[in-house]
């Protein structure tokens, strides 16, 4: 089992940066990690993803704008955002999984806001 926590959204204006970030409770080596995000009424969609062999994708909507990284040392992964617009307003969230012999490994954190609002 692993805890991820969210941490570092927050109220921003337009144009703004906020760098999240989501700590395991144990190793994610081998995982991949993505952060995805959901507004109201809508599917949660996915924003960024590591693969476990380090290749990073990125959704058209935020390429260019935002950089995802991961620290294996601390179990952490990070999602830069710069240049956010109104329209980056959602709950994020990050998520790790894997699947090892057979068996699915799929795990989300808490959540946390970003309100990009002048």
């Known amino acids: 089992q692993v805890q991820l926590v969210e941490s570092g959204g927050g109220l921003v204006q337009p144009g703004g940066s906020l760098r999240l970030s989501c700590a395991a409770s144990?190793?994610?080596?081998?995982?991949?990690m993505g952060w995805y995000r959901q507004t109201p009424g809508k599917q949660r969609e996915l924003v960024a993803q590591?693969?476990?062999?380090?290749?990073?994708n990125y959704a058209d909507s935020v390429k260019g704008r935002c950089t995802m990284s991961r620290d294996f040392a601390k179990n952490t992964i990070y999602l830069q955002m710069n240049s956010l617009k109104p329209e980056d307003t959602a709950v994020y969230y990050c998520?790790?999984?894997?699947?090892?012999?057979?068996?699915?490994?799929?795990?989300w954190g808490q959540g946390t806001q970003v309100t990009v609002s002048s």
């Open positions: 998520n790790v999984k894997k699947i090892l012999i057979g068996v699915r490994y799929d795990y």
């Open positions: 590591i693969t476990s062999g380090g290749t990073t």
């Open positions: 144990g190793s994610i080596f081998s995982f991949t």
